[in-house]
């Protein structure tokens, strides 16, 4: 191990291998060219580093350039969020980095060496390679002797989809340093060092590790000095019990949430920090797994009205980094959310000129509605039964929850029913947006709300509750010749006519107040009175005789009158004159 001193803020080096060690502070902004008259290669590690951990990588970097100067080509960026060992190779003898840090008071610290190379010095012997067998065994070339320095070799594990891999590391016997900047193994958890990193370790260990997919990708970085034996390894396949779906989609009523498994972007070499939707300034949410979730109107989610359907579509992409070639795939995960008829048809399909997968599941929007206290809408009635008064006025709201601000509510047709199950009998408010109550009436379609009232009524032989039943329909307001914008229309007419979506919403059971105070007074809870005298309890059993006649008398012409009004009229339901 060579002890580097603290470079300066910037400088050209030309040495054919150098370690820097930088320290620095705030709103400080140092260059380094590395340049050397030499027909070789660079390679650059940054073995270790500690930036602002509170800094976006727009504000703090390190950005490195392929060539002398700023000027030259962009070859990588290195900030907080980059989930590896960072290494950068030129394309010719002369390499840039430049380092910025923002106004926050912190001490960042910064490890890297870099040293030429040439296609001869690169082709270490058993350094590196694929390996693809269920288990497997792989060693530092000149394992158990000393490891050779400049090493700088990648081994990909991938083993039979469905399994994980676990690895373990017989001997490791590297220099020792707390931070492992010197001589380092890096294990990574997928096909490429960008896949995101297990651990990074180095010294006199004996570790085990386990990827979470069928791909593993092992790296040892060895600098000039002080070779030892290296490491011996070995490999086996774990079997997966359920293989799980590389994508997963749902769409509620205002927002659509994406889940992507881990070990498929881990088997396109990409991670959570490549991915971006239509607007990039919208991340994920969560990493492990990859999940995307935002409501309709936000992310640069595309709204398309056609037929009978109201769709919301994003794009997933992640592209491959890399100026000149590259082994990955440019993919793009389309999501894309139909609302139509009485579901939300969910659908996602992906392009990879060759590879293309589809999933699709069902939904609803969802759809509320409520009594109120009067026509301003403003105070819901949430008592369960609402008791009414015969012929008042009630008003009833159907509210759709949404985040798409452009669709309209209409209440096509209101049924009532005596029967949650709205059996016979029922009887119709409005159907086809056409008042079948003379007391119904509706109020102007406004968004997300579909507003009405009527007055309240009973059905006749004994029905004590009434429930409404709505269907709504929901179309797009920027269509201005849908069928939210019409009243009522006969079945033939409303053909011609698109809405977008279907849904039901019901709301009761309504009562009589007449109904409950009766029932309040015949509870079943018995009431204790004090004991009358004899000549008391005589009168009163006197005075109960004579009621209970009159009573007889009074329901037998009840009776006959009730039977002569259902044989004229034949009615199931009564509606009582205005007061």
Known sequence: MVCPGKAECGGILSDPYKVIKIDVNANETCTWYIDKDVDQNIRL?????????????????????????????????????????????????????????????????????????????????????????????????????????????????????????????????????????YDFIAVYDGSTTNS???????????????????????????????SYRGFSAHYTSLRIPTPQPNIFLTCSSDMMTVILSKSYLDSLGFNENDLTLNDPNCKPNASNPVTFSFPFNSCGTIKESQNHSISYTNTITAFPTG????????????????????????????TEKDVAENTSSLGRYNLSMSFYESDSFSSPILDSPY???????????????????????????????????????????????????????????????????????????????????????????????????????????????????????????LKLKRDHSSMDRSGSSAQVYPEKSQDGQTKSLSILTSLVLVTNAVLLAGLAVKHFISRQQGYRYQKLQSY
């Open 45 to 181: 590690v940054f073995s270790y580093f500690q930036l602002n951990p509170s800094s976006a990588c727009d504000r703090e970097n390190i950005v490195i350039y392929d060539g002398p100067s700023t000027n030259s080509s962009f070859l990588g960026l290195v900030c907080n969020n980059h989930d590896s060992v960072p290494v950068f190779e030129s394309s010719s003898n002369a390499l840039t980095f430049r380092l910025s840090t923002d106004s926050t008071v912190f001490q960042r610290n910064v490890f890297a060496f870099y040293y030429f190379i040439s296609p001869e010095s690169a082709s270490i012997k058993n350094c590196g390679g694929r390996l693809h067998s269920p288990n497997g065994s792989f060693t530092s070339p000149n394992y158990p002797g000393s490891h050779p320095p400049f090493a700088y070799c990648v081994w990909h594990i991938q083993t039979e989809a469905n399994t994980r891999i676990n690895l373990t590391f017989s001997e490791i016997f590297l220099e020792m340093d707390d931070k492992c900047r």
């Open 196 to 226: 995101g990193l297990i651990k990074q370790v180095c010294g006199l260990i004996k570790p085990t590790f386990e990827s979470s997919s069928n791909f593993m990708t092992v790296v040892l970085s060895t600098d000039y000095a002080n």
């Open 323 to 350: 100026d000149v070639i590259t082994y990955q795939k440019s993919v793009e995960i389309v999501v894309k959310c139909i609302m139509e008829n009485n579901s939300t048809v969910e659908v996602a399909y992906i």
């Open 387 to 509: 008791y009414v008064d015969l012929n008042q006025t009630l008003y009833a709201q159907v509210s759709l929850h949404s985040s798409d601000d452009d669709l309209l509510v209409f209440v096509d047709t209101c049924t009532a029913s005596p029967n949650s199950d709205f059996g016979s009998p029922n009887y119709d408010l409005v159907r086809s947006g056409c008042a079948k109550d003379n007391t119904y009436k509706a109020y102007p379609v406004l968004e997300h709300y579909g507003r009405f009232s009527f007055r309240s009524f009973k059905f006749l032989r004994s029905h004590p509750s009434v429930y409404i039943h709505c269907e709504i329909l929901i179309c797009d307001s920027k269509d201005h010749n849908s069928r939210c914008t019409k009243n009522c229309m006969s079945r033939h007419k409303r053909e011609i006519f698109s809405y977008k979506w279907k849904g039901d919403a019901m709301v009761g059971p």
